[in-house]
């Protein structure tokens, strides 16, 4: 019904595709160059953007790509408890407000969606 109703009104249909982790860089540039109108989302901790070379890294591919690549909050450390697949409620808060903090480190701005890490949040 959803795609009858968009097809009526002349809308696009999109697809939501999410790079995981810094280390995804090498394929979003790949994908970018061969769909450059593509919107993308890309998952990263906090950790990965201590490094200043991460940092730098990202936001010449955001500069690169203007507007294209929405940041998404990956916790800060990337892990959950003893193998878990799930962040208390305190946990997730301090995992979410110290990897903003990382993001803003890096000059990057603050993401407005968080993903767990591992299977956290993807129920």
Known sequence: EAKRAMARRGAKQKI??????GVAL??????????????IGWSLPGKWLLSPNNAEKARELMKRYPGQITPINHTYSHSSPQGSRQLDIESARREISDAETTFRMAGLPVSKFFRGSGDAGQD
């Open 26 to 39: 090498p394929g979003i540039e790949k994908f970018l160059e061969k769909y450059p109108a593509a919107d």
């Open 16 to 21: 939501a595709i999410i790079f995981d982790d």
